[in-house]
């Protein structure tokens, strides 16, 4: 009888789409959602209509008299037939208020655009922050810069597309890889361990960065980053994507005004930097910077804007300052870490999250032997995230998120068993066994990817498992249905 079956409607009906509507907010995040599930359903509508096509098209080939029994059943039921006694013509109703409602919509649409357009401003500059910051860490400069930024943002953005694809914030999507619970344990240590990396860059060869304090803090670390964090907890959030972009352009056109510049050159001393540049802007692109929705398109652009901002900076040789709009650069960079976190909810808890980043600072003494550790452990934890989205099929259980209980568990052992490694095999016994073709940051950056990719190959069995037990409850599937003869 399954040859017989009238395929199951995929798509909500009029009222269910509508119920579903009207449960979304009155704001422009509550607009895109409902483009986006308007748009959702029309697909699914077009393909139910093109399965019963084909199931009409079976029925009438089999010609008999149960097939055009089935058929005529289903037009009355698709169609039903209305026998009451037509009544007097109506007049179309005449809505005063459609001019204003179209002109709203209108103008909401308009700004949604703009706030898209300045969120990609925001990932451009922080891309080319990066880039500014990696050439100095590495010493890489003209062509071999402008190549490693092509490469390492171009693998940032696509990587991290996904995870910025959708209206929830990234590090509560991140509870699929590390667990809901494990997640609000994972976000505060990702914020503190970017803000470190980023700490360690800070030059030591200026008089005031020469500076200590008691424990063997930096005086001018403390300084700048104690200013930015400040700034990003009395700032209002809706702010903090604005204050970025001015704050780093602002940064570039003072390079560019100071700059010393060069012939072109290309040494082919680039693919480390690519790969800083890509882990850090990855990192950076989900967890670092206020979230919005991306697209590839807008992902396009702010590769070509953060371009335009690095190419003539790569020729830079030097500029008067260089220490001091070096810790310009960083600060902006952990002032968007501390704002990301603010960014994910409301209340004491977006708070604290701002403040993690003051754990890199307040670790920063112990740099010298941190940081290897750290870097190995970003690597893995990055490889972890990118594989989940690549490996995942069914869409996250945005409900398992935030519990214990859900489908994505308290703790995910095999991810927390892969960043712990990752942290620990940097060590100076390993060090001194590993043959020396690369030096200790480079060693750290591909013991960390490798141990990621291990366990991201373990963790396909958990992802498949996750997939099937969301496929089953799915109210869509007909295989439930089937199996009780409905």
Same mark, same amino acid.
């Given at each position: 009888?399954?040859?017989?079956?009238?395929?199951?409607?995929?798509?909500?009906?009029?009222? @269910?789409?509508?119920?579903?509507?009207?449960?979304?907010?009155?704001?422009?995040?509550?607009?895109?959602?409902?483009?986006?599930?308007?748009?959702?359903?029309?697909?699914?509508?077009?393909?139910?209509?093109?399965?019963?096509?084909?199931?009409?098209?079976?029925?009438?080939?089999?010609?008999?008299?149960?097939?055009?029994?089935?058929?005529?059943?289903?037009?009355?039921?698709?169609?039903?037939?209305?026998?009451?006694?037509?009544?007097?013509?109506?007049?179309?109703?005449?809505?005063?208020? @459609?001019?204003?409602? #179209?002109?709203?919509?209108?103008?909401?649409?308009?700004?949604?655009?703009?706030?898209?357009?300045?969120?990609?401003?925001?990932?451009?500059?922080?891309?080319?922050?990066?880039?500014?910051?990696?050439?100095?860490?590495?010493?890489?400069?003209?062509?071999?810069?402008?190549?490693?930024?092509? #490469?390492?943002?171009?693998?940032?953005?696509?990587?991290?597309?996904?995870?910025?694809?959708?209206?929830?914030?990234?590090?509560?999507?991140?509870?699929?890889?590390?667990?809901?619970?494990?997640?609000?344990?994972?976000?505060?240590?990702?914020?503190? &361990?970017?803000?470190?990396?980023?700490?360690?860059?800070?030059?030591?060869?200026?008089?005031?960065?020469?500076?200590?304090?008691?424990?063997?803090?930096?005086?001018?670390?403390?300084?700048?980053?104690?200013?930015?964090?400040?700034?990003?907890?009395?700032?209002?959030?809706?702010?903090?994507?604005?204050?970025?972009?001015?704050?780093?352009?602002?940064?570039?056109?003072?390079?560019?005004?100071? &700059?010393?510049?060069?012939?072109?050159? %290309?040494?082919?001393?680039?693919?480390? $930097? $690519?790969?800083?540049? $890509?882990?850090?802007? %990855?990192?950076?692109?989900?967890?670092?910077?206020?979230?919005?929705?991306?697209?590839?398109?807008?992902? $396009?652009?702010?590769?070509?804007?953060?371009?335009?901002?690095?190419?003539?900076? &790569? %020729?830079?040789?030097?500029?008067?300052?260089?220490?001091?709009?070096?810790?310009?650069?960083?600060?902006?960079?952990? %002032?968007?870490?501390?704002?990301? =976190?603010?960014?994910?909810?409301?209340?004491?808890?977006?708070?604290?999250?701002? /403040?993690?980043?003051?754990?890199?600072?307040?670790?920063?003494?112990?740099?010298?032997?941190?940081?290897?550790?750290?870097?190995?452990?970003?690597?893995?934890?990055?490889?972890?995230?990118? =594989?989940?989205?690549?490996?995942?099929?069914?869409?996250?259980?945005?409900?398992?998120?935030?519990?214990?209980? =859900?489908?994505? =568990?308290?703790?995910?052992?095999?991810?927390?068993?892969?960043?712990?490694?990752?942290?620990?095999?940097?060590?100076?016994?390993?060090?001194?066994?590993?043959?020396?073709?690369?030096?200790?940051?480079?060693?750290? /950056?591909?013991?960390?990817?490798?141990?990621?990719?291990?366990?991201?190959?373990?963790?396909?069995?958990?992802?498949?498992?996750?997939?099937? @037990?969301?496929?089953?409850?799915?109210?869509?599937?007909?295989?439930?249905?089937?199996?009780?003869?409905?």
């Amino acid at each position: 009888m399954a040859d017989f079956e009238r395929p199951k409607r995929r798509a909500l009906s009029d009222a @269910e789409l509508a119920e579903e509507l009207s449960k979304f907010p009155s704001d422009l995040k509550g607009i895109e959602r409902a483009q986006d599930l308007i748009a959702t359903q029309q697909k699914l509508r077009e393909q139910d209509a093109s399965a019963l096509e084909a199931w009409f098209e079976q029925m009438r080939q089999r010609d008999d008299e149960f097939s055009r029994g089935l058929i005529q059943e289903t037009l009355a039921e698709l169609f039903p037939s209305d026998q009451s006694t037509p009544s007097a013509p109506v007049p179309e109703p005449t809505f005063s208020s @459609e001019i204003s409602v #179209v002109t709203r919509r209108s103008v909401v649409s308009q700004r949604l655009k703009i706030a898209q357009f300045g969120a990609a401003l925001v990932r451009a500059v922080v891309l080319a922050l990066v880039a500014l910051g990696v050439g100095a860490w590495l010493d890489v400069h003209s062509l071999d810069l402008l190549l490693a930024y092509a #490469v390492g943002a171009a693998v940032a953005l696509i990587a991290s597309n996904q995870l910025r694809s959708h209206e929830l914030h990234p590090i509560l999507r991140s509870a699929a890889v590390f667990g809901g619970r494990g997640v609000y344990l994972a976000a505060p240590l990702l914020l503190a &361990s970017l803000s470190f990396a980023l700490i360690a860059g800070f030059p030591t060869e200026s008089e005031l960065s020469s500076i200590r304090l008691e424990f063997g803090y930096q005086a001018l670390a403390v300084l700048a980053i104690g200013m930015v964090v400040l700034l990003s907890q009395l700032a209002p959030a809706r702010f903090h994507g604005l204050l970025i972009a001015t704050l780093g352009l602002a940064t570039f056109g003072v390079v560019l005004a100071q &700059s010393f510049r060069t012939t072109p050159s %290309f040494t082919g001393n680039w693919f480390w $930097a $690519a790969v800083a540049i $890509a882990i850090i802007g %990855f990192l950076l692109l989900i967890f670092g910077i206020p979230h919005r929705r991306a697209s590839v398109v807008q992902d $396009a652009g702010a590769l070509g804007s953060g371009a335009a901002l690095i190419l003539p900076v &790569s %020729f830079a040789t030097g500029y008067e300052g260089q220490e001091f709009v070096s810790i310009v650069v960083i600060s902006i960079l952990i %002032f968007g870490l501390s704002a990301a =976190g603010r960014d994910i909810s409301g209340g004491v808890r977006s708070r604290l999250l701002g /403040l993690s980043v003051m754990i890199g600072l307040i670790l920063s003494p112990l740099q010298g032997f941190l940081i290897p550790h750290v870097i190995s452990a970003l690597a893995a934890a990055s490889v972890l995230l990118l =594989g989940d989205q690549l490996v995942r099929r069914q869409p996250l259980h945005l409900a398992s998120l935030d519990t214990s209980y =859900g489908f994505y =568990g308290s703790f995910q052992l095999v991810s927390w068993s892969s960043v712990a490694i990752a942290s620990l095999i940097p060590n100076s016994l390993v060090m001194t066994l590993l043959p020396p073709v690369m030096n200790q940051t480079e060693w750290s /950056l591909t013991l960390g990817t490798a141990t990621g990719l291990l366990f991201a190959l373990l963790r396909i069995r958990v992802i498949r498992g996750q997939d099937r @037990e969301l496929e089953n409850i799915d109210p869509r599937n007909a295989r439930i249905e089937n199996l009780l003869g409905l």
